[in-house]
Each structure stands twice: as structure tokens, then as C-alpha cells.
């Protein structure tokens, strides 16, 4: 509060301290608790607590105006949060200091049944010192523009020598995420299915809406692999282990989206459905195929009997891939190059494994294993922790690429 007026800090203002963030430090903040630990982010999060503390205090004075008053409570409404979460932790942290303490004399003393009363309060304390980080970081990362949005999901399958794993495989994947929408409480439509002659899928499409859908599935979107004996023909008999692929294209469909489409670049053509397990199966061309000619791009819809329908959502799925197109110009232009390549920008890189012979699913880009692959194929919870382990994760990069901008800028003037 300087000659009359106070110029609130950015958060890259805000500290100015030595970071020694390197690629070890990196493998070991694979979590929001282990990060938390840091003395980096400790003086930090102290520096955002001060700062709270000080605006807080401007804000009582009566020296100010009406236009600083309105410039501090927006920043405190920013701090507020941070500091709260700070402090909970900090006591949380103080409680379990305490337990360790109780525990190593109760074990010294040999009394067994208190100390299995203490090592239980313990436990519940360490799940929400972790509950209690993770929320702190999520406070810290920025929210990103498009988490809020509805997505079309894409399925295609890879091409493998040997047969049917890859669509089979791509087939599973679909009703996973079909499964997912449903214990998500999302809506789940399907736009375009088009199957394979046995019993797989060569691709299909979805529309997905609810609460937070593109933030908990855009990690999706790249290529996974399956590693398998196929059920039927001659590898099976040999027990050959087959590979094969699938792609997944998660794309956010923001509820407006105002892309013009002059219909002079379109090609629309019409063809018989072919339905989802004999579903939608018609004797009528109602099935519509747009094509962008100055694109390339091309969408399909088969979702319902009408073909003005069909039509309407073909369109709806062109004008949100033209969208992608400029989400991702802006995206490039507003990150920077992250280690851990996540999301939309990562679509031809193979982010994860899913091993039949061992039952193991790997995440190649966290390195974060999870067995029972029928779990996570059933799209419920098992799929679910591992997709807030990877959200998890990426809020962690996040603010490990923030402190070390802040170091960059270390005695670089505010």
C-alpha cells in the first residue's frame, strides 16, 4: 500500500525464493501430499498466507477508496481459499505429529490396545491430510476454459496382422466409456457406430454431457494398445500373445459454439445405417455423411431413424471439430511444452497398456499401474481412480511448472 494506492500482486509476484526442482524431485511429486512436503511450496503457500493476512488488514483501514477497496476484496476473495486450506493442513499436520509421538511411547509401554486406537485415528488423519493437499493444489492450478464443457468422444480401431483384436478391443473400450457416462450420472448418445463383420467396431462416436465431462475424460484421448490371445482361431490354439491398438479423440463441445460453415464447402451424402448390435438398423437411407471440403474433415451420424436429424447432429459434430481446430491453436500459443504430455495435444502418442496375460492396465505417462483389468473395463470405480490419478497428477506438473517459472523470474524485477 504505496503512495495512496495498492497495486495487487499477480501470483507470479508473489514469491521470491530458490527452487531446486529437478527431474528427481520430479518422479518423487507424483502426488498432492509429497509436493505439499517441499520447502518451496511451504515459503510459498507462506507468502500467500501473509499476503491475505495483509490485505485483510488494508481492508479494515480507512485510508482507502472505493475503487482500492473494490481491488482488495477481489483479491482476498482470491487468497481466502488458499489461506483457509493452508492452515487446515497445517493443523491436520500438527494432529498427526502428535499421534506419531503417542504411538512410539504407547509401543514402548507395550500397550497394544490403545495403540491400535491411535494407529487407526492415525490412518483416517493421513486420508485427510491427502484429501486436504489435493484440494489446496486444485485451488492453486488455474481451471482450464473447456473442463466445464460437454465432449464428443471418438473410438477408431488400429490395424494389427492377425484379425479381430483390435476391433474387439476398440468395441470394449466404447462400453467402458459408455459404463463410465453412466456411473458418472453423464448422458451418453451415441452419433455414429459403425461395427465390424465380427463382432467388434471399426468406430464409433458419442456425444457426452454432464457435470465436468471434458475435465475428467480429456486425458483420454491418444492411442492405446492391448496385449491379448485372441478367444477364437489359431492364435488362441498356440496361446500367441497378439498387440493391436485403438485411438480415442475426446473433443469439447462448449454449449455455444459459433463456428460459421458456409454450406457451399459442404458434401452431404446419405446411406443406410448400420446400427449397434442390429439397433438402428433401417431399410431407409437416413444415415448422413457431411464432408468439409476445405478441410478434409468428414463426420457421420446414424443416431436416429430421421434423416434431417441425423443431419442437424452431423452438423453439430463438424462445427465442434472445427472448434477443436482453434482450441488447439490457442492451447500451443498458451502453454508451454510440458515433460508430461496430457491431453488432446498427445492424440498419436500410446499413453497406456492394457496386458490381459498379466491383468495389468499401465499408464505410460504417470507409470502407474492398476491390475484387474476387468475393473477398469466394467467403467466404474477401478477407471475412476485411475482417471483422478492422472488429474491428480497433472494439477502437481501444473504447479511444479509454476514454481519453476518463478524461479526463471527470480530477481527479474515484479
Same mark, same amino acid.
Given at each position: 500500500h504505496t503512495c495512496g494506492f495498492w497495486r495487487p500482486k499477480s501470483l507470479l509476484d508473489t514469491a521470491r525464493f530458490t527452487l531446486s526442482f529437478n527431474s528427481q524431485h520430479r518422479k518423487k511429486h507424483q502426488d498432492s501430499r509429497a509436493l505439499w512436503k517441499h520447502e518451496a511450496v511451504q515459503k510459498y503457500l507462506e507468502t500467500l498466507s501473509k499476503e491475505y493476512q495483509q490485505v485483510s488488514h488494508l481492508l479494515n483501514a480507512d485510508s482507502i477508496n472505493e475503487f482500492e477497496q473494490r481491488t482488495l476484496r477481489r483479491r482476498c476473495a482470491d487468497l481466502s481459499p488458499i489461506a483457509a486450506a493452508f $492452515? +487446515?493442513?497445517?493443523?491436520?499436520?500438527r494432529e498427526v505429529q502428535e499421534l506419531e509421538i503417542m504411538c512410539r511411547e504407547l509401543d514402548s509401554r507395550d500397550e497394544k490396545q490403545l495403540l491400535e486406537l491411535a494407529l487407526e485415528e492415525k490412518e483416517t488423519l493421513d486420508?485427510? %491430510?491427502? %484429501?486436504?493437499?489435493? &484440494?489446496?493444489?486444485?485451488?492453486?492450478?488455474?481451471?482450464?476454459?473447456?473442463?466445464? @464443457?460437454?465432449?464428443?468422444?471418438?473410438?477408431t480401431a488400429g490395424r494389427t496382422t492377425g484379425g479381430d483384436i483390435c476391433q474387439q478391443f476398440t468395441k470394449e473400450m466404447f462400453e467402458m466409456y459408455q459404463n463410465y457416462a453412466d456411473y458418472k450420472r453423464w448422458t451418453f448418445d451415441i452419433v455414429n457406430y459403425t461395427p465390424a463383420e465380427i463382432g467388434g467396431l471399426h468406430h464409433a462416436a458419442a456425444h457426452i454431457s454432464g457435470d465436468d465431462v471434458y475435465r475428467h475424460l480429456k486425458y483420454e484421448g491418444g492411442t492405446h494398445r492391448v496385449q491379448r490371445i485372441p478367444e477364437t482361431g489359431l492364435s488362441s490354439r498356440m496361446q500367441r500373445i497378439h498387440t493391436g491398438t485403438m485411438s480415442v479423440i475426446?473433443?469439447?463441445?462448449?454449449?455455444?459454439?459459433?463456428?460459421?460453415?458456409d454450406p457451399k464447402d459442404l458434401r452431404i451424402d446419405t446411406f443406410r445405417a448400420k446400427g449397434a448390435g442390429g439397433q438402428h438398423v433401417n431399410k431407409t437411407d437416413?444415415?448422413?455423411?457431411?464432408? #468439409?471440403?476445405?478441410?478434409?474433415?468428414?463426420? +457421420?451420424?446414424?443416431?436416429?431413424?430421421?434423416?434431417q436429424m441425423n443431419?442437424?447432429? /452431423?452438423?453439430?459434430?463438424?462445427?465442434?471439430?472445427? !472448434?477443436?481446430?482453434?482450441?488447439?491453436?490457442?492451447?500451443?500459443?498458451? $502453454? @508451454?511444452?510440458? &515433460?508430461?504430455?496430457?491431453?488432446?495435444? /498427445?492424440?498419436?502418442?500410446?499413453?497406456?497398456?492394457?496386458?490381459f496375460t498379466q491383468d495389468r492396465?499401465?499408464? #505410460?505417462?504417470?507409470? !502407474?499401474?492398476?491390475?484387474?483389468? &476387468? +475393473?477398469?473395463? @466394467?467403467?466404474?470405480?477401478?477407471?475412476? &481412480?485411475?482417471?483422478?490419478?492422472?488429474?491428480?497428477?497433472?494439477?502437481?506438473?501444473?504447479?511444479?511448472? !509454476?514454481?519453476?517459472?518463478?524461479?526463471?523470474?527470480e530477481g527479474g524485477g515484479c
Open positions: $492452515q +487446515e493442513i497445517k493443523e491436520a499436520e486420508k485427510k %491430510m491427502n %484429501m486436504l493437499c489435493r &484440494k489446496l493444489f486444485q485451488l492453486l492450478v488455474p481451471k482450464e476454459k473447456y473442463d466445464r @464443457s460437454h465432449v464428443i468422444l471418438e473410438v475426446v473433443l469439447p463441445q462448449p454449449e455455444e459454439v459459433d463456428v460459421k460453415v437416413s444415415a448422413v455423411r457431411i464432408v #468439409h471440403l476445405p478441410t478434409g474433415l468428414a463426420v +457421420e451420424c446414424q443416431q436416429e431413424r430421421s434423416q443431419k442437424e447432429i /452431423a452438423l453439430r459434430t463438424l462445427r465442434a471439430k472445427l !472448434y477443436q481446430q482453434i482450441i488447439e491453436k490457442q492451447i500451443s500459443q498458451e $502453454q @508451454s511444452a510440458r &515433460k508430461l504430455q496430457l491431453g488432446t495435444r /498427445a492424440q498419436s502418442e500410446r499413453i497406456r497398456t492394457y496386458n492396465v499401465t499408464d #505410460h505417462r504417470i507409470s !502407474y499401474d492398476a491390475r484387474n483389468i &476387468k +475393473e477398469i473395463l @466394467s467403467g466404474k470405480e477401478a477407471l475412476d &481412480k485411475l482417471i483422478n490419478r492422472l488429474l491428480e497428477f497433472a494439477e502437481v506438473e501444473a504447479v511444479t511448472e !509454476y514454481l519453476e517459472n518463478l524461479q526463471a523470474l
